[in-house]
């Protein structure tokens, strides 16, 4: 069973940076083989996709309104993903999450909040 545990979250100004962790634990073969997800939910609004990578890192995705700020990637030997966001936005504030689509498993989160 893969556990997820986020962490980095903060507050940063408009242009800002931070950079996502997201540990897993448990088998890092099952890890290593699958793809990662992170997501994100504003106040007031529904959770919605942010990027993805698969197991071995060589395919990666991110939704159009994080494209050319945001990048994933993943660690194997650490069992950890990464989400570096660059340029931030106010409406990037959120709680971002990260998911194991396999076993359907979430962290509990970690709050960024931009400020203007």
């Known amino acids: 069973q893969v556990q997820l545990v986020e962490s980095g979250g903060g507050l940063v100004q408009a242009g800002g940076s931070l950079r996502l962790s997201c540990a897993a634990s448990?088998?890092?073969?099952?890890?290593?083989?699958?793809?990662m997800n992170w997501y994100r939910q504003a106040p007031g609004e529904q959770r919605e996709f942010v990027a993805r990578?698969?197991?071995?890192?060589?395919?990666?995705y991110v939704a159009l309104a994080v494209k050319g700020r945001f990048t994933i990637s993943r660690d194997n030997a650490k069992m950890t993903v990464y989400l570096l966001m660059d340029k931030l936005k106010p409406e990037d504030t959120g709680v971002y999450y990260c998911?194991?689509?396999?076993?359907?498993?979430w962290g509990k989160g970690t709050l960024v909040t931009v400020s203007s």
């Open positions: 448990g088998s890092r073969e099952i890890f290593s083989e699958n793809t």
């Open positions: 998911n194991f689509p396999s076993t359907g498993a």
């Open positions: 990578i698969t197991g071995s890192g060589n395919t990666n």
